[in-house]
């Protein structure tokens, strides 16, 4: 097994303010003999997600820092080819954090650290995205901190994403009026038609918080009793201008500040004003709610009740270009690496 | 009975900027003659409060507006001097929203509007601060929202104030590290000798949000795990930038920002970063938390577990003043107006 050559990506410098793509290096590197309880994983798909561009940095944040020099961290699917541990044969379908490379070596002795995952109703890069880390992020901000009653109103903005598109339409299970926020009306069309939201407002299409404000005012006649935040910023703050009182925000991302210098909440007396609750979490650290949300999901994606569309870039040299474009907000869905 | 004359003082205009005397009027109006179910009280002590502020304001907040030309409302403690209703005697003593005048007339036969007060062990104005609104504000904010475990560091502002005191004692009984902010050296002095908190910062001491910042990391070298906030502005951004891992914010005023434009929060993704909870509330809307509440908070001040100071004008005519010195933070502890 040992001539396999891996082709690999490394974080080789970290960026100064955007993303760009020389901040990384392909290398090639041999795959290492495997010993007792490790498997070799053919990775099929990488997952891009925006949280790696927090890790970029070399700041406090909620994650370890991405190291410099190392093969890219991140979730993939693929299949075992080689295993020298009892729990996984060649040819099992697998999740795990293979990260940005062709092969990984993995010691699966480790609990937790790969999952098989079953093909036959659910495709296998689903499990990266509508049944996966995206999947419960959603569930959990929607279940566990907004907790919709049926007639509420929510919002989600980043609403085209592999997180957005699943809290709306597990809200609309819920019984919500759900309001997504997209940028351009090709993703607000997708959003409505494909994902059965209500609403979309294209924050594009608007100058500025006062008329962003009124157009999601127009969106949500009856007040926003629950949000998903992906995004922050201006878009943020004309959500908190239609909170109802004692609204939820489900803080989950603020990509619109990852590049460069915070952006400040403009109102947080609103937060006081209409007595709401905001939390920060990272869906990792409530792991207890995983095969909860995961039953959920994988029973309305196997039954066609939830959709997600999915944006794949071809082969590994394309995925900093494709993380990038991911950031920029180009893709429609799952932002995805085939690479087999 | 209907000779009595009451004094009573009336907002007679709102406020452009700050709060002035001259947005209330003083009035002479004759006590109307009880009809079956009325008491008339005759108030001994005006509670001063910082949300009266917003009150004043024509604008959408969590209380209705103070109406203009009406006596301004408030929580008052006092004496009932003639009772058409059987649930109440002359001489009994009693707390209730009484406003700013010498004489209330009460429909005592609505459910909650008066409650008679045991003045044996807690004197009578106490029922306004330490075991009545004030403290049962801190008690909601510490007890159900901070949720302090012992060990961890707790950080009040307005720590001199009436709810601030109360929340750094409930804190410290609750065995967490207590750090006030205070204005001032006397203010900070008597939070630590008097009220026996950890340690005070003067937030006047320092000239900006970094320096304020790197007093309040000495004040807590393990970090801030929970934050009653009463202030806003770059105290609370102060705070932020040194809390833990899933910190908890009780949202109880802003004062900071009540007299003009508001204050943002410069660094919401802190928020995120560390998985922070914060909520807003208002402590009318737990009414289901007042009985267990007042019972520690009683309890507590009748064995002198709880200290509190008082800052009492005299006289009805002195209450706008008062008022605005509260605003501005000249008193120290509970703000009253002694009307006999």
């Known amino acids: ?141 929607l279940v566990k901190l907004i907790n919709p009653k049926a007639g509420e109103t929510v919002v989600v903005s980043a609403a085209s994403g592999a997180v957005g598109g699943a809290v709306g339409q597990l809200a609309k299970v819920r019984g919500a009026r759900v309001v997504g926020i997209a940028g351009g009306p090709d993703k607000c069309r997708q959003v409505v038609e494909e994902l059965g939201f209500d609403a979309c407002v294209d924050y594009k299409a608007f100058a500025g918080l006062k008329e962003l404000s ?43 500040g990852y590049d460069g210098a915070p952006i400040p909440m403009a109102a947080p007396q609103l937060l006081l004003v209409n007595r709401m609750k905001l939390e920060g979490f990272i869906v990792s650290e409530h792991m207890e709610v995983w095969p909860d949300a995961l039953g959920e999901l994988g029973t309305l994606v196997a039954t066609g009740q939830l959709k997600y569309r999915e944006t794949i870039a071809e082969g590994l040299a394309s995925a900093p270009e494709a993380f990038i474009g991911l950031l920029k907000g180009r893709n429609f869905g799952k932002q995805l690496v085939k690479l087999v």
């Open 214 to 256: 009124a157009a999601l005012k127009a969106a949500c006649p009856k007040g926003i009793d629950g949000y998903f935040e992906n995004v922050g910023g201006v878009i943020l703050d004309a959500v908190m201008q239609n909170a109802n009182a004692f609204s939820r925000i489900a803080l989950c991302g603020m990509i619109s």
């Open 1 to 141: 097994m040992s001539t396999f050559v891996n082709r690999q990506i490394l974080l080789t410098s970290r960026p100064a303010a955007e993303a760009r793509a020389d901040n990384f290096t392909l290398v090639e590197a041999p795959v290492p003999v495997l010993t007792d309880g490790q498997v070799l994983v053919r990775n099929h798909y990488l997952s891009l997600d925006p949280y790696m561009r927090g890790r970029m940095n070399d700041s406090k944040s909620y994650a370890q820092p991405q190291p410099l020099n190392a093969v890219m961290q991140g979730g993939t699917v693929g299949e075992i080819v080689d295993s020298k541990n009892g729990q996984f044969q060649p040819g099992d379908k697998v999740v795990g954090m293979g990260g940005w490379q062709e092969y990984a070596v993995v010691d699966a002795t480790q609990r937790g650290v790969l999952r098989k995952v079953d093909t036959a109703k659910i495709p296998l890069p689903a499990y990266l995205g509508a049944v996966g880390m995206p999947g419960v992020t959603a569930w959990y901000g």
